[in-house]
């Protein structure tokens, strides 16, 4: 069967997945295997609040818009996004069916805390790239609003960021096109993770020393064997 176009798009809440554990992206997103746990069912509650597509709300000078489709041609991503906010003003750009010029700025909920990792300030920044392609734009920031601490961070799309969001974009598709499970790693963080018994990272680690042992000990034969009169 030949693809269609859509068919080649990845889904823009899985580059979450990537940054945190490509591992866990790939069972979820090649494999098909989904778990949940307490910590997953928390942050799909709280996505809940906010799915609402037909819902708009006005204040002054803004306007909230919950689970917007977007999507982006060069990334091959698409996906929704929790909130975008459309904030008047005079140097904005111009949106279908909003009279006035407008900023945009896109907000994430999560769970959680904020993290040491970029995961979850590279999915949010993914969102931005597509809407900034979308309404031919630029986006210099948005938020990530975390549960456990009911308040919003600023995350400032930088270089960086961009950069990283086109490498893993790259990264992802070429794991499907090629159904390419990325190898597992025994860490710490795996204790929370909701796929840690579909996932058996000890065994690619167990795979990895017997590697090294058999390598190591055809290494010594052959220098065993070198000596030998």
């Given at each position: 069967m030949t693809k269609t176009k859509m068919d080649d798009f990845?889904?823009?809440?899985?580059i979450q997945h990537f940054a945190f554990c490509p591992r866990q992206w790939g069972l979820i997103h090649i494999e098909g295997l989904w778990s949940?746990?307490?910590?997953?069912?928390?942050?799909?509650?709280?996505?809940d609040k906010v799915d609402d597509p037909w819902?708009?709300?006005?204040?002054?000078?803004?306007?909230?818009?919950?689970?917007?489709?977007?999507?982006?041609?060069?990334?091959k991503m698409q996906g929704v996004a929790d909130i975008v906010e459309l904030i008047e003003d005079n140097e904005g750009v111009a949106v279908p069916g909003r009279t006035g010029l407008w900023a945009i700025q896109p907000?994430?909920?999560?769970r959680g805390k904020p993290k040491s990792?970029?995961?979850?300030?590279?999915?949010?920044?993914?969102?931005?790239?597509?809407?900034?392609?979308?309404?031919i734009t630029s986006i210099p920031r948005g938020e990530i609003y975390y549960g456990q601490i009911r308040r919003r961070d600023e995350v400032v799309f930088?270089?960086?960021?961009?950069?990283?969001?086109?490498?893993?974009?790259?990264?992802?598709h070429r794991l499907l096109e090629e159904n390419e499970l990325p190898p597992g790693k025994k860490e710490k963080k795996c204790r929370a993770c909701s796929l840690?018994?579909?996932?058996?990272?000890?065994?690619?680690?167990?795979?990895?020393?017997?590697?090294l042992y058999i390598e190591k000990a055809l290494a010594e034969d052959c220098v065993s064997s070198s000596q030998e009169p």
């Open positions: 990845i889904l823009i809440s899985g949940e746990n307490y910590l997953t069912a928390q942050g799909r509650l709280l996505h819902f708009n709300e006005s204040r002054r000078g803004k306007i909230v818009s919950r689970s917007m489709p977007i999507r982006s041609d060069r990334l907000v994430e909920y999560k990792e970029d995961c979850d300030r590279l999915q949010l920044c993914t969102q931005a790239m597509c809407l900034e392609e979308m309404l930088d270089e960086y960021l961009r950069n990283d969001v086109a490498k893993l974009s790259e990264e992802m840690v018994e579909d996932c058996h990272p000890e065994w690619d680690t167990l795979a990895h020393r017997v590697d």
